[in-house]
């Protein structure tokens, strides 16, 4: 009996591994082909690294050094992508960079070349805008604006407005750190932001123009509608409905099935899915978060009984 347990888990551990291998692609013999940077001279220390993407490839391992791998000093990057394509700052040096595609059972050879990058005059240089994150929604009105650091800047010069076009400004103001401390004036509006360096001599182009949007609201209560209020004989599968509030909301469905214990989960329908027993009782509430992620209150607690 031992005999036959011990063989029987030696082939569900064979049979486990014969799956991966089955239904992951051999991508061993797959090559890469390399963008960007290229192995040439580089003005830009934002170097966006950039490769071809491999058919069955679920991530890329990507490494880079200074000032390459035969003799390496620094560590740069080491890390697990699922794109393409990793932007990242960099500054002057000599580099070199390597990348290989994975999936679960297979990967292939690393690929990559080396590149430099000189020092350049700030003009030539971008300022990189970094939080908030563009297009989205703050439910505060004390915001710090951040930016990547520019080498060779001694300032920088931030510009907010609430229509685009930065001829009616919120604020102008120029400072040395990158970061710039703000409380916004009005709610309920998109604020429009912009950055550049500047060091004496020179001066960067403006930035990427970001916005964000402050909102203030509290999303209203909920109303349920189906099924209604101690309802009965209802199915033992259905939909659970409610008022929609619109675009822009995710709803939290609570709901708590027989004795069992109560569940949450999120959905940005105005609908939710239910299951349960004959004879069970079924307890249930909604509440609604906005794109701040402003929670609202809860809805009232319906309840009905499955036939």
């Known amino acids: 009996m031992r005999?036959?347990?011990?063989?029987?888990?030696?082939?569900?551990?064979?049979s486990l591994a014969a799956c991966t291998e089955i239904f992951e692609k051999d991508i061993e013999d797959k090559e890469i082909t390399i963008y960007t940077p290229s192995g040439k001279d580089s003005l830009n220390y934002t170097q966006t690294f950039w490769w071809s993407q491999i058919d069955f490839a679920t991530s890329y391992h990507l490494q880079v050094v200074s000032p390459d791998f035969s003799a390496p000093q620094k560590m740069i990057l080491d890390t697990i992508v699922k794109t393409n394509r990793f932007p990242y700052y960099l500054g002057p040096g000599n580099f070199e960079w390597k990348v290989r595609a994975m999936n679960g059972a297979y990967k292939t050879k690393y690929f990559?070349?080396?590149f430099k990058i000189d020092t350049t005059e700030l003009a030539l240089q971008i300022v990189n805008l970094t939080s908030p994150a563009n297009g989205t929604s703050q439910n505060s009105s004390s915001i710090i604006f951040t930016?990547?650091?520019l080498l060779g800047a001694k300032t920088y010069q931030i510009q907010i407005d609430?229509?685009?076009r930065f001829n009616s400004l919120v604020k102008n103001e120029f400072t040395q750190a990158v970061s710039y401390p703000m409380t916004l004036p009005v709610t309920n509006k998109t604020y429009y932001w912009k950055v550049r360096a500047l060091n004496g001599k020179d001066t960067t182009d403006w930035s990427t123009v970001y916005n964000i949007?402050?909102?203030n609201t509290t999303p209203?209560?909920?109303?349920?509608s189906v099924p209604s209020n101690n309802a009965v004989d209802k199915e033992t599968s259905g939909t659970l409905q409610w008022a929609s509030l619109g675009s822009g909301y995710t709803y939290y469905v609570t709901i708590k099935v027989g004795s069992n214990a109560s569940v949450v989960s999120s959905t940005t329908t105005n609908s939710y899915s239910y299951s349960g027993a004959s004879g069970q009782n079924v307890q249930w509430s909604v509440y609604a978060v906005n794109s701040a992620n402003t929670k609202g209150p809860a809805s009232d607690t319906w309840t009905f009984k499955i036939k």
Not at 3 to 14: D, G, P, Q, S
Not at 220 to 224: D, R
């Open 3 to 14: 005999r036959f347990k011990f063989l029987a888990i030696a082939l569900c551990i064979m």
């Open 112 to 114: 990559g070349n080396k």
């Open 147 to 149: 930016w990547n650091k």
């Open 162 to 164: 609430t229509n685009g």
């Open 213 to 215: 949007f402050w909102d």
């Open 220 to 224: 209203p209560k909920i109303v349920l």
